[in-house]
């Protein structure tokens, strides 16, 4: 029976209320898909301030570097708005995924089709099955390259290498073959000389992908197209800066925060899963956080890394039946029966 070590980093506010439901979710997964799951907790962010004075201890690194994955709640909140320098939870989150080489971040835009109402598109734009995956690298390009400033002027370089496109490349072209074989790659080649490298390698990569049906798009035409036509993507990938401002402008086309999950991959099995909003300190210690986020989070985890890919399908099933009926206050609506955290991961669990 395959057992599987994890990490968790529970993090601040809503965090551990949120990953404590993903993990009775994981847990019952375990149970039906005969696979068993070893915990250890770390601490990252705030709490890890607290704890040990920086947000990213070397005992967190190790433990996460010893587990098969990684799960994360979220960090911050106003206790450590005020720390001096990157001594700031935020630092934390940046310095693990540098730490675990997790060069791809993965984001998708998925509607449910109970909380469509929650899409600021059009019913008829979305459709029933709006299904996009944005495939972002995450360890390249502007926000790493030299940046200086003088007097009255300052700059950021965008440089990427042939080896970086590829395996980020790669990391896309194995998506779409196991979704529905089409890739749209985005840059800017009609001006920037990395983009027209990012373009060639691309190019490179697909003949070992000839199933998938490859199209180039500009950033500034994809922008327009994931609010004109949504349907029109499968997977898309893209550098760093775009992949960080298309991955919001498609998350938000799904609607609500609580409900969207995300994860980042290194070359090997390895991979960090998280929800992609934040601590929420506003309603940490109510129980009326959305565990929904985290939950898929997990689910991501079970197919990406974990090759449960039947566990993984469960459970985003499960969400999408319980959905019909419950909600937590976040995605409430006339109705239906209001739920707490907890009673949501109860919910997916006994659906499950
Ligand atoms: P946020 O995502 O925490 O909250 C924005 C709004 O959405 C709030 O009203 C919150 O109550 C609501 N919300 C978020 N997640 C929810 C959920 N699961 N269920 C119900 N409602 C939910 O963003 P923010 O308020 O800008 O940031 C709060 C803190 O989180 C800050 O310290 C910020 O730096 C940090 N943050 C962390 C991460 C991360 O850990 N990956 C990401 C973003 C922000």
């Given at each position: 029976m395959a057992n599987y070590k994890i990490t968790l980093l529970k993090g601040d506010g809503i965090g551990p209320e949120i990953v404590n439901q993903a993990v009775k979710v994981l847990d019952k997964a375990a149970d039906k898909f005969g696979f068993t799951v070893e915990y250890d907790e770390a601490l990252l962010g705030g709490c890890a301030i607290d704890a040990t004075g920086v947000p990213l201890p070397e005992e967190t690194i190790a433990k996460c570097k010893a587990s098969d994955s990684v799960i994360l709640g979220a960090v911050g909140g106003p206790k450590w708005d005020n720390q001096p320098g990157n001594n700031r939870p935020e630092a934390g989150?940046?310095?693990?995924?540098?730490?675990?080489?997790?060069?791809?971040?993965?984001?998708?835009?998925?509607?449910?089709?109970?909380?469509?109402?929650?899409?600021?598109?059009?019913?008829?734009?979305?459709?029933?099955?709006?299904?996009?995956?944005?495939?972002?690298?995450?360890?390249?390009?502007?926000?790493?390259?030299?940046?200086?400033?003088?007097?009255?002027?300052?700059?950021?370089?965008?440089?990427?290498?042939?080896?970086?496109?590829?395996?980020?490349?790669?990391?896309?072209?194995?998506?779409?073959?196991?979704?529905?074989?089409?890739?749209?790659?985005?840059?800017?080649?009609?001006?920037?000389?990395?983009?027209?490298?990012?373009?060639?390698?691309?190019?490179?990569?697909?003949?070992?992908?000839?199933?998938?049906?490859?199209?180039?798009?500009?950033?500034?035409?994809?922008?327009?197209?994931?609010?004109?036509?949504?349907?029109?993507?499968?997977?898309?990938?893209?550098?760093?800066?775009?992949?960080?401002?298309?991955?919001?402008?498609?998350?938000?086309?799904?609607?609500?925060?609580?409900?969207?999950?995300?994860?980042?991959?290194?070359?090997?099995?390895l991979g960090l899963y998280e929800p992609i909003h934040g601590s929420a300190p506003d309603i940490a210690g109510k129980g009326i956080a959305n565990p929904l986020a985290t939950i898929l989070s997990v689910a991501m985890m079970l197919r990406y890394s974990l090759a449960q890919p039947e566990a993984a399908q469960a459970i985003e099933t499960a969400v999408a039946k319980v959905l019909e009926t419950n909600r937590t206050p976040d995605i409430y609506e006339e109705g239906m029966n209001k739920v707490s955290c907890e009673q949501m991961g109860d919910l997916v669990c006994a659906q499950l």
């Open positions: 989150l940046l310095g693990i995924r540098g730490a675990l080489g997790l060069f791809a971040n993965l984001r998708p835009s998925v509607i449910f089709g109970p909380l469509k109402s929650a899409s600021p598109i059009k019913d008829e734009i979305i459709g029933d099955d709006m299904d996009i995956m944005i495939v972002r690298e995450l360890t390249g390009g502007i926000y790493f390259g030299e940046r200086g400033r003088e007097e009255d002027a300052a700059w950021d370089t965008e440089k990427y290498s042939v080896a970086e496109v590829e395996r980020i490349a790669r990391v896309a072209f194995d998506l779409a073959m196991k979704r529905n074989k089409k890739l749209t790659s985005v840059d800017k080649a009609n001006v920037l000389e990395s983009s027209r490298l990012w373009r060639q390698t691309v190019v490179n990569v697909a003949k070992d992908y000839p199933e998938v049906e490859l199209n180039h798009m500009y950033v500034d035409n994809c922008a327009m197209q994931l609010v004109r036509n949504p349907k029109q993507f499968d997977v898309i990938v893209t550098s760093n800066i775009f992949g960080d401002i298309l991955s919001d402008e498609a998350s938000m086309i799904a609607g609500s925060i609580g409900m969207l999950a995300s994860a980042s991959l290194s070359g090997g099995k």
